[in-house]
């Protein structure tokens, strides 16, 4: 039987963080709330528990989720270079409405689908999300929107409606604002390419980054096939975002929760894993909803469905 908190009640928020890291760890799902839209979460190393957020979804392993953080050390560890250019956007955007498409790093142990060698990853600015990210470590988190649903969910109810039973517990954090999904950026070539408009508008980034269209976009020579966002054909909801590192020391959730106004780990920390399980070494884990996946022909990203 699922379980529901209120986590507006000081009380409730620590008891379901803390059923809700059981719940990760046992390979169930969690909903949560993130700064766009609700979001259904699973462990990023575990397997089965990646194909169970699948099912429930309704989507197959074509459409893999993107993963969510709690800390800028927990996403270097999943990418296999961060750039300049990576950096000052996260140093200017995280935590926040912003999901950064990444080669995955080659010796992450994992199973999230059929990504072809890239990861969606993002930090969300959600007090309830930051809290547990920063607990369990990165985590595939995709929108609480069942596939044949006609809108992602902002509310705990809505979520619980088209979810059920599937998900062991929800996390009721309020409404959130669901008024744009995050914006996307690929930053697997060298200059920074939009796939989707989101909250962040492109002009705000250009203040940081040189930026191009996605369908202006050409690869240099030699270089891999673009990266193509699938997703549910016209539905611009996103799913939730990301990996945080069990290295960190987690806040206790009795105590009060990090703000996600709290300045984050600066991006250029030592890309040392915090995930505990690169390179095959077993340990605690670290933290979209478009699913992220390499195009074999070099094709235009499809309109994504499921990044937050």
């Known amino acids: 039987m699922s379980q529901r908190f209120d986590c507006s009640d000081p009380a409730q928020l620590a008891e379901g963080l803390q059923e809700a890291q059981a719940a990760l760890r046992r390979g169930q799902l969690v909903v949560m709330p993130t700064d766009t839209l609700y979001g259904i979460a699973a462990e990023a190393f575990d397997p089965v528990a990646v194909d169970r957020l699948l099912a429930a979804k309704g989507q197959g392993r074509n459409m893999p989720p993107p993963v969510m953080v709690g800390t800028v050390r927990a996403a270097i560890a999943l990418v296999q270079e961060l750039t300049e250019m990576g950096k000052d956007l996260i140093d200017e955007f995280w935590p926040g409405p912003l999901t950064l498409i990444f080669r995955s790093s080659p010796t992450l142990v994992w199973d999230i689908g059929e990504t072809q060698g890239t990861v969606g990853v993002r930090m969300p600015l959600h007090h309830v999300a930051l809290s547990l990210l920063k607990k369990t470590g990165p985590l595939v988190v995709t929108s609480a929107r069942y596939a044949a649903a006609e809108a992602a969910p902002t509310s705990v109810e809505a979520a619980e409606e088209q979810l059920g039973e599937s998900v062991a517990v929800y996390l009721d954090g309020g409404p959130c604002t669901g008024e744009a999904p995050s914006t996307i950026v690929d930053l697997t070539g060298s200059v920074p390419r939009l796939l989707r ?86 340990g605690e884990a670290g933290e979209s909803d478009g699913e992220l996946t390499d195009g074999q022909n070099g094709a235009a990203p499809e309109p994504p469905g499921q990044v937050l």
């Open 197 to 282: 408009p989101g909250v962040i508008p492109p002009d705000r980034l250009r203040e940081v980054v040189p930026l191009v269209d996605g369908d202006a976009y050409a690869p240099d020579p030699g270089e891999r096939p673009d990266p193509v966002i699938t997703g549910e054909p016209g539905n611009p909801d996103s799913a939730a975002d990301s990996p945080d590192s069990a290295a960190d020391s987690p806040d206790s959730a009795a105590d009060s929760p990090d703000s996600a106004a709290d300045s984050p780990d600066s991006a250029a920390d030592s890309p040392e894993s915090e995930t505990g399980r690169v390179a095959g070494v077993p």
